[in-house]
């Protein structure tokens, strides 16, 4: 991600268009919550289940988003700030938008979520960006060639670890969660890119709203449902079902969008050499 990315243009997104950053924080912790609230509510699930509905719904956005951005052909530094705001909100986003849902502070450690958002997000990106800045130009082009593919084996190494490690928790829960987290995820990307076009913003900007709302920080939900919940293992089960949902939606989505505008860019490098 770093790679695609100047110092900037990371700059950018704060100093062009800071109502961007605000309207995409605005849709990520309104859009999934209340979502997640209405599931909780009203999907007929298990107390153990709409808590675990309700976490997911709360998180910041996670880092896999970023990647499916980039495949996308979304906008980038926008992408990447509105992750690390986000987890950096989560702070406090996360407790109260939890106990106001399902009436149980989970409390977040503010020292423990700094560094994880460190490692997680702003380390990377930066040595990324930086590469990219100051390496000669040939050899981070060549660079690039590569990291769509790695970038799609990351998303499956993260995906495949949560659910490998809650087998009998995801098969006890049943056709009736999964149906949950699926309208909860899909809903999100939707409203996310259809509230961004009724807004009038580009293409661009809608596909990178839509993948952030959609896709959250399923891993964090897992940790917090497993420290704060470890009497009811059950929670666990739609945060890792999350992950898996997102990642297959935003993963589909991405492969569209990414090869509708390389085929518009071919299209338009066609025209351009007629006219020479």
């Keep these: 991600m770093g790679l695609t990315l100047t110092f900037q243009e990371m700059g950018s997104v704060f100093t062009r268009q800071p109502q961007l950053l605000l309207l995409g924080m605005a849709l990520q912790y309104t859009v999934l919550p209340t979502i997640g609230y209405a599931i909780s509510k009203w999907w007929g699930l298990s107390s153990g289940l ?7 719904s709360c998180m910041p956005g996670g880092t896999a988003s970023n990647i499916v951005a980039y495949i996308a052909r979304g906008d ?3 992408s990447v700030m509105m992750t690390t705001a986000s987890t950096l909100m989560a702070v406090f986003t996360t407790p109260l938008l939890t106990s106001l849902l399902v009436g149980t502070l989970v409390p977040v450690d503010p020292r423990a979520m700094f560094f994880s958002t460190l490692q997680l997000v702003l380390v990377p990106v930066l040595v990324g960006a930086a590469v990219n800045q100051f390496f000669p130009k040939q050899s981070v082009a060549r ?14 190494l993260i995906v495949g670890s949560m659910i ?10 049943g056709f009736q969660i ?3 987290v699926f309208c909860l995820h899909s809903s999100g990307f939707a409203l996310g890119y259809l509230i961004s076009k009724a807004l009038g913003l580009s293409e661009q900007i ?5 993948i952030e709302v959609g896709m959250q920080s399923s891993a964090l939900a897992a940790v917090l449902a497993k420290i704060h919940f470890p009497h009811d293992p059950i929670i666990v089960a739609p945060c890792v079902l999350s992950a898996c949902t997102h990642a297959v939606i935003g993963s589909l989505l991405a492969g569209v969008w990414g090869a509708q505008t390389a085929r518009e860019e071919a299209a338009r490098a066609a025209e351009a050499g007629k006219g020479e």
Excluded: D, E, K
């Design 76 to 78: 980038m530094p926008l």
């Design 178 to 180: 999964v149906s949950a």
């Design 50 to 56: 709409a808590i675990g509905v309700a976490l997911v």
């Design 164 to 173: 490998s490690g809650n087998v009998g928790v995801v098969a006890a829960s």
């Design 206 to 210: 809608c596909r990178t709203n839509s």
């Design 143 to 156: 660079m690039r060639v590569y990291t769509p593919f790695l970038a799609t084996v990351i998303v499956v």
